[in-house]
């Protein structure tokens, strides 16, 4: 276990270095300076907003978990259907991944999820974290979802601390930038 919690913090941190995802470093950074406030108060919104980003891919993880149970994947890896379209997904995601086109989700869903998170407080945090989550799905999926696959494979408590891992890596350093954001001038 303790070997696989590794690997999935290892794609956590992968996953901030891909080109739809570290770009949103300084957008977070801005959102969180513009909230103003005292500097107690931006540790705790950043704070919340890292245990927001944990909270959405632990149930996303969790989720798949239910659904897929511990015999699902080999169900799935084992019938010619899943396979063909695993096939097509990857050869989609790797030809978007070479610069062919881009794979957005729809604008409608972003732009919702978006507008929630100018309502401020702790809600505009969380759907701020939704919205990081959303706009770096094209990038973080496929790393997250070979890590739920993994996951699933094993124990069915092994997808939910496995989500755990790859959020906490992939959370920390929105974390840490919004509580810090001279962090950021200083790395530029």
């Known amino acids: 276990m303790l070997g696989f919690v590794i690997l999935a913090f290892l794609g956590g941190l992968t996953s901030l270095a891909m080109p739809c995802v570290y770009p949103l470093i300084p957008m977070t950074v801005s959102f969180f300076i513009n909230q103003g406030g005292s500097r107690r108060k931006g540790i705790l919104n950043a704070s919340i907003y890292g245990l927001s980003i944990i909270i959405i891919y632990t149930l996303i993880g969790s989720v798949f978990s239910i659904v897929f149970g511990t015999d699902g994947p080999n169900s799935i890896s084992s019938h010619w259907l899943p396979n063909l379209f695993f096939f097509i997904m990857l050869v989609v995601f790797g030809l978007s991944f070479l610069g062919l086109f881009e794979i957005v989700l729809p604008s409608w869903l972003v732009n919702k999820v978006d507008t929630e998170s100018d309502k401020g407080g702790f809600y505009g945090i969380f759907f701020m ?7 770096s799905f094209s990038c973080t999926a ?9 996951a699933s494979q094993g124990v069915s408590i092994k997808s939910i601390v496995g989500m755990v891992a790859y959020s906490a890596a992939f959370a920390v350093p929105f974390t840490l930038f919004a509580i810090f954001p001279s962090w950021l001038k200083k790395s530029a």
């Open 142 to 150: 496929p790393i997250a979802g070979s890590l739920l696959i993994v």
């Open 129 to 135: 974290a939704f919205t990081l989550a959303l706009v």
